[in-house]
Structure formats: C-alpha cells, structure tokens
C-alpha cells in the first residue's frame, strides 16, 4: 500500500490513502459523494433551567446563559392558533381550486401536466397560506446605509402581501435593531470608507478572476496575513462569500468514512458542508456536553456502521454564538473532550469574532484560551467588519491543502479590493494598529450596550434567551399572530426589527431578534426598548414569571386572570 503522510491540523499525522485501500489513520479522502440523509432536528432540551451558569473549573468567569420555559398557556394557544391558520389554508385552497379565489402562485401549464412538476403546491402549503399573510415584515428595501439609523422605502401591497409597489416615499431615521454591525463599521464616512474609495480608484471593483489564476492580489495577500495575525494562528485564508466559506470547505476536509458531529443548531451553511461531503453526520444537543461525549464515546467504541473500521477522521462542528439563540459555545469543555477523544474541532466564528473576547477576537478570547487548541478556526467579515466574505485560519499545512482542494478558492472569483481594504482598515483598528483607541471603544461600548439592553428587557417581564455577553437578543413572541403584529406595531414607532418564525426556529418559539451595535447610542436603546415595551404591553408579550423590581407593564397571566368570569 502506498500511503502519503502530511502533518495538519492539530499536529497529528494524516495519511492519505489511494481509492479503494484500507486506510491505517486519519485521511483525505477525494471520491466525495452527495449524502442524502435528512439531518435529524433535536428540540432544546427540557431539563435545561431557566438560567444556567456554570463555574467549572474549565471557565475563567462565570458562564450564565438563559432560556426560560414556555409557559405551558402560551404554547397551548401557539398551537391553536397554527392550527386554526393551517384549517383556513385548507379552506382558502378549496376555494382556489374551485375559482373562488383568485390563485396568484405559479402553476403548471396545462399543456406540461404529463411533465415532471417544478411546483409543489402542497409541500408550499406553509408559505402560501402563513408566510403570506405576514410576508410585508421581510424585504424590506433600505436606501442608505444600514448604519444605527436608516432610511427604509415605505410599500404597500393592493393584494395582501403577494406583491408590493413603492409610494415614492422614505421613512427617515429608523432605529436599526436588525442588522449584525456589531462593531459600527457599516458606514460610509470615516477612515473605512475613505480607504475603501481609494483602494476602488486604485485596483476597480471586482477581479474577473480566481484566485489560482490572475485573481489574486497583494490586497489579498495583506489581508490573510493579517487575519493570521489577529488570530493568533499560523496561517490563514480568505474567501469572497461567507456561506460557501463553510459550504464549499468542509467537503475538502472530510469524507467518505469519517464521521461529522454537529450542534443540533448550526447555520444551514455547515449542515450543507457537511451533506456535500459525503461523511456520516450525527448531532448532538445543542451546547449539551454529555450528549456530545456519548457521541464521541461510541463512534470510538463501535466505529463505521455494518464494517465497525476506526473512523477515518472526527469533526466537531460548532459556532461561537449562535445567530437564533444568542447563546455562546462550550469551548473550553468542547476542547476538553475533542482532546480527550482525539476528535478534530471546527469553531465557525461568524457572529463572534469582532464582537466577544476583550480584544474582539471571537470566543477562544473570550475564554482566554490557545487558539492552537481549535484546530480550524472559520468566520466571516460581514457582521463586525461591516464588509463580505470570510475566512479559514490554522497551521499552515492546512492552509496550503485548502489552497489546492477547496472548491470556493479554485472556482470563486477573488474577493472584491474595496471590500478587502475595508477589512484591513476596520481589523487594524481593532487590533489598534491604526494608531488610536477608537477600535477599544467599540468594544467596550458594544460590550456596555449588550449588558443594558439584555438587562431592561428582563426588567421589563420579557423572556430573552441567550448569554449575557451576547449581542444577539432573541425576545420571544410564540404566538402567530404576534409574529407581523410585533415588527409593524415597531415600524410604526421608528424602529427596525427582524422577526423569526417557523421553519427557522421551531414552532412554538417565534422570536424576535435583536442586534445590538457599538453605534447605537444609549438615547437610542432608551427610545427603542420604550417603543418595544409599549408593543409589549399592546400585543401581551410580557410572558415571563421572573420579573425583576423594575418590570413595568402587565403580563399576559394577570390580563387573562383580570379578565375571567
């Protein structure tokens, strides 16, 4: 057998191993094949308390992470009113069908009935009939900067939502609670921007090429550099779209014959990564060690299905916070059990770097630990670096094999100067290279306003779930109905939200989602936590049994009691 050694990740020794011989270790493997198995959806586990802390020795601070129960009243009368909705789509479909109804979807000709249908009227069942009637809070159209405040073009709809058309007019000024500038650098005035038109001036917009062939740039070399430094790790590499950053990797990194666990919670884009590359795929509970020490312990002991072979390769898939939850990684215990198992560790960092750790270098900063400790480290530009793109970093020998394997490096086209030169400008200032203080600031300054704002929403009766030091703030809606209601009823009051329902999260957790910046302003929190605790209180969103001393307002309890026979 003829085998090829190479050192990468943690140091350990790789071999790669020709198609169709026995493999002695952990490997390459280049026949990829599609894997078609549906991941299985874990819901949160019930045993987790309404706030969890933890101060393992593992931790140099107190972890404290919440996600209070449903109230069982809520989630009754949340699946009541899915089930009435889904009743009314079934009527609302009979009269479709009978021409009642205009049907404003697409629909197959009648000549193409034999064909192979491209539409699937029922499996659209849900988007026809819910997604619709609530459709007007997504897609909004922004015309400026999406900067703390931002200007949003007002539409309306003559069909109930199915199209819309723009009155010519501008909402000035709306408070910008939704988009993930955590740092404050999407602006278009500033050190950033003016290095950003110069670079534009110098090198053009965009490439025409990929990186393999006349597509790379001393910009591009500048920046990976950098990005090296900044994480403290031996290489690094960058790509031009965040998503296939995860997508277009992980199949390069694993294969038939190894095994991929990933947190029950990940972004789409490592789920699909990890289908395209072929590998066997379990979860584990989200953020639950022991769930993921059973899964390591008995991919160990019982190996490959039917054959029980040695895995050629574990990987451990998780992210630094996660986008739905506001919750942060396990890292110090993950990394525990990824050495105590000899698994391998990939940390998406997409929402963290920037934005935890008191450098702003994501979660191992966070937690104060070796970066040599993870063994690839991804994250993106498009949150706290107000640009595009992302990047993988780790030993070198990694670096180099992604070089030539990676399907984003050899087929994407670079990433655009512009855009790489606002990296650059706003990590420098981060890391302080700029020559001041002001990338400290927003740190501290995002590090404030998350603390205030997650502490005011308790306060006020919310149930919020996530860490503390979490700058994504999911506030829970449940209901339906309360879904279009929460973001026009903020609308109304000047203030831009994102809300989340079903098939993003599960069902009978519809949230609304909040994105503190370094940019807002404490009058700006002040007048957009005012404005959600009067929605609060109009749509009886105050579900939470905790109210802190300073709750204000009614809860949905004491109204449903108040108003009894």
Known sequence: MTLNSAKLLNGDTFHRTKQDKKAVGNGFVKNHCLFQQQQKRYRRPAEKNHHASCTSPLYNKQFVESFEETPLLVAVLTYMGYGILTIFGYLRDFLRDWKFEKCHLAREREQQKDFVPLYQDFENFYTRNLYMRIRDNWNRPICSVPGAKMDLMERVTPDYNWTFEHTGKVLKDVINMGSYNYLGFAENSGTCADA????????????????????????????????????GVESSMVFGMGFATNSMNIPALTG????????????????????????????????????????????????????????????????????????????????????????????????????????GRGVVD?????????????????????????????????????????????YATSMSPPVTQQIITSMKCIMGEDGTTLGQERLCQLSENTTYF???????????????????????????????????????????TVVVGFPATPIIESRARFCVSAAHTREMLDTALNAISEVGDLLQLKYSRKNGPGSEGTDCFSYLESHQD
């Open 196 to 231: 950003a038109s110069e670079c534009t001036v110098k090198y053009g917009v965009g490439v025409s090429s990929t990186r393999q062939e006349i597509g790379n740039l001393d910009k591009h070399d500048e920046l990976e550099k950098l990005v090296a430094r900044f994480l």
């Open 256 to 359: 038939k014959g190894c095994l991929v666990l990933s947190d029950e919670l990940n972004h789409t884009s490592l789920v699909l990564g990890a289908r395209l590359s072929g590998s066997t795929i379990r979860v584990f509970k989200h953020n639950n060690m022991q769930s993921l020490e059973k899964l390591l312990r008995d991919a160990i002991v019982h190996g490959q299905p039917r054959t029980h072979r040695p895995w050629k390769k574990i990987l451990i898939l998780v992210e630094g916070i996660y986008s739905m939850e506001g919750s942060i990684v396990r890292l110090p215990e993950v990394i525990a059990l990824k050495k105590k198992y000899k698994a391998y560790l990939y940390l998406d960092e997409a929402h963290s770097i920037g934005a935890l750790g008191p450098r």
């Open 366 to 410: 966070y937690f104060g630990l070796d970066p040599s400790d993870v063994d690839i480290m991804m994250g993106t530009f498009t949150k706290s670096f107000g640009a595009a793109g992302g990047y993988i970093g780790g030993k070198k020998e990694l670096i180099d094999y992604l070089r030539l394997h990676s399907h984003s490096a050899v």
């Open 454 to 496: 997650r502490r005011r929403l308790h306060e006020m009766g919310f149930i919020i779930y996530g860490n503390n030091d979490s700058p994504v703030v999911p506030l829970m809606l449940y209901m339906p109905a309360k879904i279009g209601a929460f973001g026009r009823e903020m609308l109304k009051r000047n203030i831009g």
